[in-house]
């Protein structure tokens, strides 16, 4: 409804002048589609590679890299040029919510990696909080994008360690298991390898 006002006074004003109607017309309705988009689309193109650092990983105490390979559904072939974005709560379980100069609002905690030749991937982050309002487990949020397909949603990544896995049924267990980090202790960092193979349906982490 607002967006729809908003049009409808930028028609109003600009009404006796075609062609800067027609421009700013345009410029409206490419803001409304740039606000509604995937987030998965709002990075620089020019900064993209296999490599991503979420913000503030310099100044958490549960410092992590997950890192790891993307495959095609074969499970053998290493998957160039996917884009894989992620986006978590911060250490207390909080998203924390920004605007852009465009005023689309975003989380703050979020990352892009695309894929080389080899398919590798590495993402420095830290430990999320569980969402404060549920009683979701702790997760890291994940969207994928292939060439030449739509983008789509992954199983979050999820930790071995969370002390809510046992209260899970079993069928919700093992599909949480699929994508379920494994970490290590690496000096002050915590370390998990994760591969992801791609289907045509969605994504069958190993």
């Known amino acids: 409804m607002k967006n729809l006002l908003t049009i409808l006074c930028v028609i109003c004003f600009l009404g006796t002048n075609p062609s800067l109607f027609a421009q700013e017309y345009a410029n409206v309705l490419d803001n409304v589609s740039y606000k509604k988009r995937s987030p998965i689309y709002d990075y620089s193109e020019i900064q993209l590679n296999n490599t991503d650092t979420i913000p503030d990983f310099d100044t958490k105490p549960d410092k992590l890299k997950i890192t790891g390979t993307i495959y095609q559904k074969d499970k053998k072939t290493p998957a160039a040029d996917v ?23 975003y989380v703050k905690h979020r990352g892009w ?3 080389d030749a080899d398919g590798k991937y590495t993402i420095y982050t830290f430990m999320p909080g569980k969402y404060v ?33 046992p209260d899970l ?15 290590e202790k690496e000096g002050n960092m915590y370390v998990a390898t994760k591969d992801i193979v791609l289907n045509s349906s969605g994504s069958l982490d190993e």
């Open 113 to 115: 990696i695309k894929t």
């Open 133 to 165: 309002r549920s009683k979701e487990l702790k997760q890291i949020h994940r969207v994928i994008k292939e060439p030449g397909k739509p983008e789509y949603e992954l199983n979050s990544f999820f930790f071995n360690d969370d002390p809510l896995i």
């Open 83 to 105: 884009i894989l974005y992620v986006y978590q709560t911060d250490e207390n379980g909080n998203f924390e919510l920004k605007r852009d100069d465009l005023h689309k609002r």
């Open 169 to 183: 049924t079993l069928s919700c267990r093992a599909e949480t298991v699929k994508s379920m980090l494994r970490l």
